[in-house]
């Protein structure tokens, strides 16, 4: 009435949608992908600590591998994610999309330290500054997994069935009907 919209209010924090680049047929890749790092790097803290229990030398081992492959696909998954990143201007917009960056290039520099410091030896690389390595890992991988969930879940991030934004819209452009 007197011109007065009658779009239902969207608050901010809901915002829409922002379709993914680095997709297969609308599907976005990364989060496919980040499956794998996730549940490889969180679980080397785990068998860590049951070789420190057990002394049994194929929980190294298997510390060892989740480590070097939490690691490969942390990488895969990350550059599929840049993909995205680097292609949206909306995606740059917000504050979560460079924590999450900043907190997924610290994941896998730990990743990478695992690595090194397994390779040699990895039973003698437990105790003490693998247990501490694999323990700090687990929770930056919970801390990079919340900041894509808000990336996702709250900012619409890799969500289709909308058309993608005009180039030129801001973090506070209305939602497209
Ligand atoms: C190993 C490192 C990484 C992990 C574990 C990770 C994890 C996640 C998770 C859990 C989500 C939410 C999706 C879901 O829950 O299904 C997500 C979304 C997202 N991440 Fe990452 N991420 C990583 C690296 C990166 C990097 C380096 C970038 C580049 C800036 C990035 C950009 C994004 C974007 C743009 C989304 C929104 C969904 C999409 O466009 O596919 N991520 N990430």
Request: glycine share 10%.
């Amino acid at each position: 009435m007197f011109g007065r919209s009658r779009k239902p209010a969207i608050k901010k924090k809901y915002a829409r949608k922002v379709p993914s680049v680095m997709a297969l047929k609308q599907h976005p890749i990364h989060p496919m992908l980040v499956v794998f790092p996730i549940a490889f790097l969180g679980t080397v803290f785990l068998s860590d600590v049951a070789y420190v229990l057990l002394r049994d030398v194929f929980w190294a081992r298997v510390s060892f591998w989740l480590n070097l492959a939490g690691f490969g696909m942390g990488v895969v998954a990350g550059l599929v994610g840049v993909g995205d990143f680097l292609s949206l201007r909306e995606i740059r917009a917000h504050v979560s999309a460079w924590s999450h960056f900043i907190a997924a290039v610290l994941l896998l520099a730990l990743a990478a330290a695992g690595v090194w410091l397994r390779w040699p030896d990895p039973v003698a690389a437990i105790w003490p500054w693998g247990l501490l390595l694999s323990g700090v890992t687990a929770l930056v991988v919970m801390v990079v997994g919340w900041l894509g969930g808000t990336l996702s879940f709250r900012h619409g991030v890799g969500v289709y069935g909308e058309k993608p934004p005009a180039p030129d819209a801001g973090e506070d452009a209305p939602a497209a009907e």
